[in-house]
Every structure is written in C-alpha cells, then in structure tokens.
C-alpha cells in the first residue's frame, strides 16, 4: 500500500506517516466491493438455492458430533474463543482503541475505527434478518443461537477488525516486517474464529466465508470514504525538508 509521505527513507522503514494516495485509495474501493459481492452472492444463494450451499458445506463437517466423543476438553476452548470475540468484546475493544486514538490526536483514524466496526455489525444484522437462514442441526448443541445464521457475525467482526489493523498500520508502523507480521498474525486469529464457529456447530463454512469476505469488504470500503490519516508532527516535517533528505 502507498502512502503520501515527505519522508523516504528506505524501503523497508518508511516513517509511517501520512495519507494514502488516490490510486491506493481506489484500490480500496474495487477489492472492497469485490469483497462485498463475494459475501453478497453467497447471501442471495442462500434465499434462492440454499441446497447449493448445503452441498458445498458438506465437504468440511466439523461440528461437535465430530470431536466430541474423541476430544470432550475442546468444549471449554471453544465456548471462550466464542466470547472472547463476541459482540461484547468487539464493542469494547473499539471503544478502546478509538479512544486511544483520539487521545494521541489521530481523529480521522479513530473516525476510520468506528464505521469499520459499527458498519460490519449493522450491515451484518441487515442480511442476518433479510436471508433469515436456519442454523445448523447439532443432536446436542452447545451454543444456541435464535438469530440468522447468514453471513457469521464472529467472522465478519474478525475480518473487518483485521482488516482495519492492517489499513492503519500502513500509516502508522515505519518497519515493513513489522506490517508484515500483524497481517500474518491477523489472518491466523480470524481463521482460529472461524475453526471455531464450525466446531461449536453454529456456523458452516459458506456463512463464516461469506462473514469474512463482508469484514474486508466493509473494511476497504471504508477506507476509500473515510480516509484515514496519520497526523504529522511539526517538526517530523521540518526534519524532512532538511538539504540532503529525499
């Protein structure tokens, strides 16, 4: 990703400060609403040919009548994952970083934090209500959900929150390797979430799919329209323009 920097250093320690450029902006704007119609596509399968999704889910069962028998332990950390990146946790957790945010004066960013994440969730709740589709049967289940099981709302949040991290942090972390590792471990928790929504029994994999690809979707999106920005220090600016710095 490229940012609008007056600092060039090296290419693998940039100063991390800035905004991005139109044409990373635009880039945003088309893999997010690619995303959005992967997740979208796999909503309208649902109301119109759920035996579709039935027959690409049947490939990968991993629901408690599974493991359960052979690995009853698992039981335990799976019902923590599931709370530990439920709604509760998710609001707190933007809360907290928009708030740091804020407080560091980075107000675009935190702006950028809290309409990825109350956008995902709404956006969310909207095609749960319209697609209206039935959760999976499990002969003794461990969770129960009322609501709809299309798309996940665990995956999309994931998505969506890793999503933002890595925007962000193409503005914030000067060291490559380290945007690098954050989205190696990002994208290692969101497939944990996921794992965990198929063994619990709550979720396939087309609905933890199509949770993912809306989490990014809403995230690229929202990038494109919102703009986050890293607020440059005064002197970090004047320091650039000294004869010699490219």
Known sequence: MTVDDTDRTTPDERPGRGAF??????????????STAVCLALCALAVAHPEILDRWDHVLQLGPD????????????????????????????????????VIRRQGR???????????????TSVLKHYVDLGRPVVAHPIIEYTSSAMPSGHASNIAAAVTTACVLSA????????????????????????????????????????????????????????????????????????????
């Open 109 to 123: 960013a935190a702006a950028y934090v809290v309409v990825v994440i109350a956008g995902t969730s709404l956006v």
């Open 21 to 34: 450029t139109t044409r990373t902006r635009r880039l945003f704007l088309a893999w997010g609403t690619a």
């Open 171 to 246: 503005l914030f972390l000067r060291q490559r390797a380290r945007r690098r590792l954050l989205l190696v471990v990002g994208v290692l928790v969101s497939l944990v979430v996921g794992l965990d929504r198929l063994m619990l029994g709550v979720h396939t994999p087309t609905e933890v799919v199509a949770g993912y690809a809306l989490g990014v979707g809403v995230g690229l999106i929202a990038a494109y329209v919102v703009a986050p920005a890293a607020r440059v220090r005064t002197e970090q600016v004047a320091g650039s323009r000294r004869p010699g710095s490219r």
């Open 66 to 101: 599974a493991w359960r028998a052979g690995s009853p332990w698992l039981e335990g950390p799976l019902v923590g994952i599931s709370y530990a990146f439920g709604t509760v946790a998710s609001a707190a957790a933007t809360a907290l970083v928009a708030g740091v945010l």
